[in-house]
């Protein structure tokens, strides 16, 4: 590690390893009631975000896990029940624990499944997902495999030409291999702005650009302040985007089992922050789709785009966070780093 | 049959029922290159989306059906093979012919394998669609199966942050079944406006809402004229748009065998319309999902959209259409079935 301070904000940060974050954030969430399966898939899961870039799905969500944990709302501690009910369906009982866990139980089943029958579905419900979706279906095209997976979250957003807020945030994330590079990965909230941004630009006082949200008596705001004060958030792309939002609810709570947005009621668990709803994935074996090699095929496409002009590719800006950290740490702020000693129960 | 006419717009139309249209349609796919098996299928598709109010993709279409046949592009008499090659993955050669007969073709298999294995797979390639993508999954649903299915198109829609167009329109459909009515069924292009609304639009001489294209130049434009004289669509929704417009190349064309929308070459068939690309089907049995009946949960979520205020599904306009025509017929100009007549070669 070594210190060093951020002159453009005046924030004093000090560097640290990916190995060294993921230990750390280990040990906060073992002293914070999960068990030590849940630990390290969680720590993987929040360290590699803060590596990659995706702040507001990094250290920043400690706070909210730590909170949900201590409210009871969440079970940290949840053994997922993994259910094997046909040639390419598995469902996993989540049981109120964490998502990640419960993907991590059926993982070795639900690929065995794509691989024999073509493609396979996992359907997790009864499960909390505080997370990135992007870190859940990057691991099956380094596999070769295509991922899609889909999850709702709490009632934020307002379906298109409603008047209240119904959907969650719904995020819908893809990935495939290629052979020349990083696979193609991409994660989208279906609303037009993700929550964790809406918070980061509050706290920073930022405003947003028009079209994002609503306040609370439904009026069209940029201030991220009135959006969480009561307000809601907006679909991405007008009918479209919500009509996706609505297929999300469908297949991560209506087909899994798990609660719609709608649905949870966590009144009685001050600080509970983690939506109990569903998940599911969608994953294909591309080998049996044609004569063609998918990976090459898929990095035609890439080069493709780049001849038109995109010169950035889904998921490109974070595997590029991700290649400095590897050579120069990540760097976080001292303060927080601090906390998240006490919390780990560490010297600094 | 019943002679009116339209006194809004003055365009005399007559009144034909649903299944008169099927067989009119039937005649002309039949005298202008079809089996009799393909003319079927694409006369029940097409007479389908008139009726259902889906004017872009009805009987407008028939002039870019036989120009495509007469081209020699597509083969209006093509056996799709069909290859079952998993538990859950058929695969079908549509053998440069239409993509709705090599469904046909395939769909019992699919649906036996989405109702054995929980989810199944249909990779079409080397396959034209030319029609609505909704009529495609809407039996899915009606079935008790839920359905996604994707297709790509030609090149004609610039990727986010690109210069040049790459992509095709690449819809996304979906069906759910649900337990107190039609199902719900969305069926959305990935660019900002359908082709053939511009088309309309231009034929029109109205113009378009802004953010839906851009002129040869590269410029934004609301003139359809633009867009269709060497100019280009933009994605919906900015960059999330633009990724699941290349999610449906890699499904549609990368995993089916089928070409990406740049990749066919038809400037040696003038009058071909037809994109000659790939389409893929997920279909999912919600039975296996978990305890509870999924058609009862998505009645649930469609009872909710209406609370917060939503009064039209996805599908609602599709379906009252329907449901006139069924009592009333399909009012059509008087030149479009005298036209259709003499292609039919029955006397009017």
Redesign the interface.
């Known amino acids: 590690m070594s210190a060093s301070s951020d002159t453009a904000a005046h924030v004093e940060t000090q560097n640290i390893s990916f190995p060294e974050l993921v230990e750390l954030l280990r040990q906060v969430f073992l002293r914070n009631g999960t068990s030590p399966e849940v630990a390290s898939v969680l720590a993987e899961n929040c360290a590699s975000a803060e590596r990659d870039g995706s702040h507001s799905h990094g250290i920043f969500r400690i706070p909210g896990y730590l909170s949900s944990l201590a409210s009871g709302w969440v079970d940290g501690k949840a053994v997922p029940k993994v259910e094997d009910?046909?040639?390419?369906?598995t469902?996993v009982d989540a049981a109120n624990g964490f998502a990640q866990p419960a993907l991590a139980a059926a993982r070795p089943l639900l690929v065995e499944k794509a691989k024999?029958?073509?493609?396979?579905?996992l359907?997790i419900?009864s499960s909390h997902h505080f997370a990135a979706l992007w870190p859940d279906v990057e691991p099956f095209a380094r596999e070769g495999l295509?991922a899609l997976s889909v999850v709702n979250s709490m009632t934020c957003v307002?379906?298109?030409?409603?008047?209240?807020?119904?959907f969650g945030t719904n995020p819908?994330a893809?990935a495939?291999p290629r052979a020349g590079g990083d696979p193609?990965v991409?994660d989208?909230a279906t609303s037009a702005i993700a929550n964790g941004d809406v918070q980061i630009a509050a706290r920073k006082g930022a405003m947003l650009p028009p079209g994002m949200g609503v306040d609370r008596a439904g009026l069209p705001t940029e201030d991220p302040k009135a959006i969480l004060d009561g307000g809601a958030l907006l679909p991405?792309?007008?009918?479209?985007?919500s009509?996706?939002s609505?297929?999300v609810?469908?297949?991560a709570?209506?087909?899994?089992?798990g609660n719609?947005s709608?649905e949870f009621d966590w009144s009685k668990h001050p600080g509970a922050q983690t939506p109990w709803t569903g998940q599911l994935f969608?994953v294909?074996?591309?080998n049996?789709?044609?004569?063609?090699n998918?990976a090459e095929?898929?990095e035609?496409?890439v080069r493709?785009?780049h001849?038109?002009?995109?010169?950035?590719m889904?998921g490109d800006r974070r595997y590029l966070q991700r290649a400095k950290a590897l050579v120069h740490g990540i760097d976080i702020p001292v303060a927080e780093l601090t906390r998240l000693r006490e919390l780990a129960g560490v010297q600094g």
Chains 1, 2 share one sequence.
Do not use: C, N, W
């Open positions: 009910v046909g040639a390419a369906f469902r024999s029958a073509g493609i396979a579905i359907a419900r295509v307002v379906p298109h030409g409603a008047q209240r807020p119904l819908i893809f495939a193609i991409f989208l991405f792309g007008g009918y479209k985007g009509a996706l609505m297929m609810e469908l297949l709570a209506g087909l899994t089992g719609f709608f969608i294909i074996d591309p049996k789709g044609s004569g063609q998918f095929r898929s035609e496409l493709r785009m001849d038109v002009g995109q010169e950035r889904p």
